[in-house]
C-alpha cells in the first residue's frame, strides 16, 4: 500500500466538453483525507485539465454535509478545512473553491447545482467526480445525473471508478477505522502520506517540565477518534522538522482531563507557545496507561522515546505534508 497511487482507470466514464470551453477542469466532492482514491479522480482532473491548457480546481464544502445534517453528532474530520486544503495545494490543484454547505446548497435541484456551481460560478470545461458523488436535494443527483446534465450543457465529464486495496474501497471510512484503532501505519497508506494535524501550541500545567519532558500541547479538533496512546511523531515549526514523541489523551496518571496532544521533541530547548505546528504521526508505539508513581511514568517515557527514535529511523517511503 505504499507504492505509487493507481494510474486513472481506463474504465472511468468520460463525456467530451464542448470546442471552446476554457474554463478549469472541476474536481468535486468532500475530499476529507484527500487519500488514495481521491488522490486519483485529482491526478483525472489534472490529465484532463493538462490536455485541454486549463486549471485545476477543486469544488469543496464547509461544514462537512454530515456536520450540517446531524450536528449534534460530532464528525471526525481527518482533513479539517486547513489541513484539507495544504493536501490539495500539494497535490498539484491549481485553486480550491469552498462553497458553505447550508440549507441553501442542500435544497438545490441537480440542475441548479450544475448551473449555479458548475456553470455559472466556476464556467467549468470538464467535471471529475467519484463514482458515489451525491448532489442535490435528498441526494437526487447522481453520477449518471452530473454526466448527463453536463453533456446538455456542453461540459465535460469523468466519473472515476472506485479504488481497492485488499478488495476493499480506499475511503474516508476506511481512515477514520484505522486512526481510531491506532493502526497509523494502515491509515498513513490509505492516505498516501502521513496523517498530520495542525494547531496553536498552548500552555499547560507545565507537568511535562517536572519530569523531564517538556511538551508542545495542542487541542485537537473536536471530534478528533485518534485513539488514544503514544506515537513516534514529527514536528514542524517555522519550515523546520524535527524528530519527537507524542501522547493523545487525558493523562489518566494525572487528571484525567480533555483530550490533548502532548508533543516532546527531541534536542530541543526552544519556545513554541501561541505558534501554530504541524505535526505528523509516523507510527503507534502503545495505549494509554495508569501509572502508579510519576517514576515509573518516567521510566517508560524513556522507553517510549528509544522506541520512537527506532521508528522515525526507518523508512515507510510515504509522503510528508509538514
Given at each position: 500500500m505504499?507504492?505509487?497511487?493507481?494510474?486513472?482507470?481506463a474504465?472511468?466514464?468520460?463525456?467530451?466538453?464542448a470546442p471552446?470551453?476554457?474554463?478549469?477542469?472541476?474536481?468535486i466532492g468532500n475530499?476529507?483525507?484527500?487519500?488514495?482514491g481521491?488522490?486519483t479522480?485529482?491526478?483525472n482532473?489534472?490529465?484532463?485539465?493538462?490536455?485541454?491548457?486549463?486549471a485545476?480546481?477543486?469544488?469543496?464544502?464547509?461544514p462537512?454535509?454530515?456536520?450540517?445534517f446531524a450536528?449534534?453528532?460530532?464528525?471526525?474530520?481527518?482533513?479539517?478545512?486547513?489541513e484539507?486544503?495544504?493536501?490539495?495545494a500539494?497535490v498539484g490543484v491549481?485553486?480550491?473553491h469552498?462553497r458553505?454547505?447550508?440549507?441553501?446548497?442542500a435544497?438545490?435541484?441537480p440542475e441548479?447545482?450544475?448551473?449555479?456551481?458548475?456553470?455559472g460560478?466556476?464556467?467549468?470545461s470538464?467535471?471529475?467526480?467519484?463514482?458515489?458523488f451525491?448532489?442535490?436535494?435528498a441526494r437526487?443527483?447522481?453520477?449518471a445525473?452530473?454526466?448527463?446534465l453536463?453533456?446538455?450543457?456542453g461540459?465535460g465529464?469523468?466519473?472515476v471508478?472506485?479504488v481497492e486495496?485488499a478488495?476493499?474501497?480506499?475511503?474516508?471510512?476506511a481512515?477514520?477505522?484505522a486512526?481510531?484503532?491506532?493502526?497509523?501505519?494502515?491509515?498513513n497508506?490509505?492516505?498516501?502520506y502521513?496523517?498530520f494535524?495542525?494547531?496553536e501550541?498552548?500552555?499547560?500545567?507545565?507537568r511535562?517540565?517536572t519530569?523531564?519532558?517538556?511538551t508542545?500541547?495542542?487541542?485537537?479538533?473536536?471530534?478528533?477518534?485518534?485513539?488514544?496512546?503514544?506515537?513516534?511523531?514529527r514536528?514542524?515549526?517555522d519550515g523546520v522538522?524535527?524528530?519527537?514523541?507524542?501522547?493523545?489523551g487525558r493523562?489518566?496518571t494525572?487528571d484525567?482531563?480533555?483530550?490533548?496532544?502532548?508533543t516532546f521533541?527531541?534536542d530541543?530547548?526552544?519556545?513554541?507557545?501561541g505558534r501554530t505546528?504541524?505535526?505528523?504521526l509516523?507510527?503507534f508505539?502503545?495505549?494509554?496507561?495508569?501509572?502508579?508513581s510519576?517514576?515509573?511514568?518516567?521510566?517508560q517515557?524513556?522507553?517510549d522515546s528509544?522506541?520512537?527514535k527506532?521508528?522515525l529511523?526507518?523508512?515507510?517511503g510515504l509522503?510528508?505534508m509538514?
Open positions: 505504499t507504492g505509487p497511487l493507481p494510474p486513472v482507470s474504465s472511468a466514464t468520460h463525456v467530451d466538453p471552446g470551453r476554457r474554463g478549469p477542469v472541476v474536481a475530499f476529507d483525507g484527500v487519500h488514495r481521491h488522490r479522480l485529482l491526478a482532473a489534472r490529465e484532463r485539465a493538462a490536455a485541454r491548457g486549463v485545476t480546481a477543486v469544488l469543496t464544502f464547509e462537512h454535509p454530515r456536520a450540517f450536528p449534534d453528532k460530532p464528525l471526525f474530520r481527518i482533513t479539517p478545512r486547513a484539507k486544503e495544504r493536501v490539495l500539494r491549481d485553486a480550491v469552498v458553505a454547505f447550508d440549507a441553501a446548497l435544497g438545490m435541484s441548479a447545482f450544475v448551473d449555479e456551481l458548475v456553470v460560478a466556476l464556467d467549468a470538464g467535471v471529475v467526480v467519484g463514482y458515489d451525491h448532489f442535490g436535494k437526487a443527483g447522481t453520477p445525473v452530473l454526466t448527463r453536463c453533456a446538455e450543457r461540459i465529464c469523468d466519473v471508478p472506485v486495496e478488495g476493499a474501497p480506499v475511503s474516508s471510512s481512515v477514520r477505522a486512526l481510531g484503532e491506532g493502526a497509523i501505519a494502515r491509515a497508506a490509505l492516505l498516501g502521513r496523517w494535524v495542525l494547531g501550541v498552548r500552555h499547560g500545567d507545565k511535562g517540565r519530569l523531564g519532558y517538556p508542545a500541547n495542542m487541542a485537537l479538533a473536536e471530534g478528533c477518534g485518534l485513539a488514544h496512546g503514544i506515537y513516534a511523531v514536528l514542524c515549526a522538522v524535527r524528530d519527537g514523541v507524542a501522547s493523545f493523562r489518566p494525572f484525567d482531563g480533555a483530550p490533548l496532544l502532548e521533541v527531541f530541543f530547548a526552544g519556545d513554541l507557545y505546528v504541524g505535526v505528523e509516523v507510527g508505539i502503545r495505549g494509554e496507561e495508569r501509572f502508579e510519576a517514576q515509573a511514568l518516567i521510566a517515557m524513556d522507553r528509544l522506541r520512537a527506532e521508528i529511523a526507518g523508512e515507510d509522503e510528508s509538514l
